[in-house]
T-cell receptor, first 114, second 113 residues
Framework: DQQVKQNSPSLSVQEGRISILNCDYTNSMFDYFLWYKKYPAEGPTFLISISSIKDKNEDGRFTVFLNKSAKHLSLHIVPSQPGDSAVYFCAASAEKSSGDKLTFGTGTRLAVRP | GAGVSQSPRYKVAKRGQDVALRCDPISGHVSLFWYQQALGQGPEFLTYFQNEAQLDKSGLPSDRFFAERPEGSVSTLKIQRTQQEDSAVYLC???????????FGDGTRLSIL
């Protein structure tokens, strides 16, 4: 039972344009969401998070949007840079009910073309 | 550096051997997590410590897996009588607590022959 889904295994974007990565979840108890970036042979690197009391959080070029009614979140990267090429994982936790263990999606590989 | 440190980076063992994987979390982080990542998948939760207390071990796949964090800092994940399906990357993460991001080490890639 995949509680966090990233339905696009890959995405290719031109440098300077916007990258939009999507994530859907099924567990209505999730109340904290995070995005991680992963390079080969390295661990996931934390990018940005959002709690369920908000619908948007911004940090530099990265913005995360949360739509609780649709159980959907997205990560926007503007402008995209070649160094952003990596695998991006969406993760969620149900802090109030299950503690802060994370449930991850299967990842989306982003390629930013120069 | 100040990040999460894992050792060894790579471990090859024969089926049936015992292995021990070490995690040194970020100083001051009370929460420590272990995850298992198979090829092409996202990390999957194994177990969680708050200081030295193991509060959740619901993700451990069998009783061959156990973890400890005796002094509330360094943690060891031990796998006894390894099997081929144990081959994966084992990731450790630490955080300051609830609603705080987890920071990951680079993992240990375990290969069972």
């Amino acid at each position: 039972d995949q509680q966090v889904k990233q339905n696009s295994p890959s995405l290719s974007v031109q440098e300077g344009r916007i990258s939009i990565l999507n994530c859907d979840y099924t567990n209505s108890m999730f109340d904290y969401f995070l995005w991680y970036k992963k390079y080969p042979a390295e661990g996931p690197t934390f990018l940005i998070s959002i709690s369920s009391i908000k619908d948007k959080n911004e940090d530099g070029r990265f913005t995360v949007f949360l739509n609780k009614s649709a159980k959907h979140l997205s990560l926007h990267i503007v402008p995209s840079q070649p160094g952003d090429s990596a695998v991006y994982f969406c993760a969620a936790s149900a802090e109030k009910s299950s503690g802060d263990k994370l449930t991850f999606g299967t990842g989306t590989r982003l390629a930013v073309r120069p | 550096g100040a990040g999460v440190s894992q050792s060894p980076r790579y471990k090859v063992a024969k089926r049936g051997q015992d292995v021990a994987l070490r995690c040194d979390p970020i100083s001051g982080h009370v929460s420590l997590f272990w995850y298992q990542q198979a090829l092409g998948q996202g990390p999957e939760f194994l177990t969680y410590f708050q200081n030295e207390a193991q509060l959740d071990k619901s993700g451990l796949p069998s009783d061959r897996f156990f973890a400890e964090r005796p002094e509330g800092s360094v943690s060891t994940l031990k796998i006894q009588r390894t099997q081929q399906e144990d081959s994966a990357v084992y990731l450790c993460a630490s955080s300051l607590g609830f609603y705080q991001p987890q920071h990951f080490g680079d993992g240990t890639r375990l290969s069972i022959l």
